[in-house]
């Protein structure tokens, strides 16, 4: 089992950055799935970005492909987000997520995923 923490949100005016970070509590965080979800108010729940357990396979939602990526450091047993060129519409709470997943595993289904931390927010004023 593993514990999700998010933390590195804030405001930030648009076209501003900022870097999403994910602690993970476990010592097998290397043979984790993990993705990056967001819910803006009155929204479903959405796909942002998601890594292998390798770090080899990335996916990314079409709203932020070229603006984010995502990586991951297993020493650290962290995942980052980094975001750029943020705009009023990518405001909303960001979700880290995991699951035990062979080293290749990347989906984008929120379902797909066991773990969930308690969400960061994210406004982006314009």
């Known amino acids: 089992q593993v514990q999700l923490v998010e933390s590195g949100g804030g405001l930030v005016q648009a076209g501003g950055s900022l870097r999403l970070s994910c602690a993970a509590s476990?010592?097998?965080?290397?043979?984790?799935?993990m993705a990056w979800f967001r819910q803006a108010p009155g929204r479903e729940r959405e796909f942002v970005a998601a890594?292998?357990?390798?770090?080899?396979?990335?996916n990314y939602a079409d709203s932020v492909k070229g603006r984010f990526t995502i990586s991951r450091d297993n020493a650290k047993t962290t995942v980052s987000l980094q975001m750029n060129s943020l705009k009023p519409e990518d405001t909303a709470v960001y979700y880290c997520?995991?699951?035990?997943?062979?080293?290749?595993?990347?989906?984008?289904?929120?379902?797909?995923?066991?773990?969930w931390g308690q969400g960061t927010q994210v406004t982006v004023s314009s």
């Open positions: 476990g010592h097998t965080f290397s043979r984790y799935a």
């Open positions: 997520a995991g699951r035990y997943a062979p080293e290749s595993w990347s989906r984008i289904r929120g379902v797909e995923y066991d773990y």
């Open positions: 890594i292998s357990a390798s770090g080899g396979v990335t």
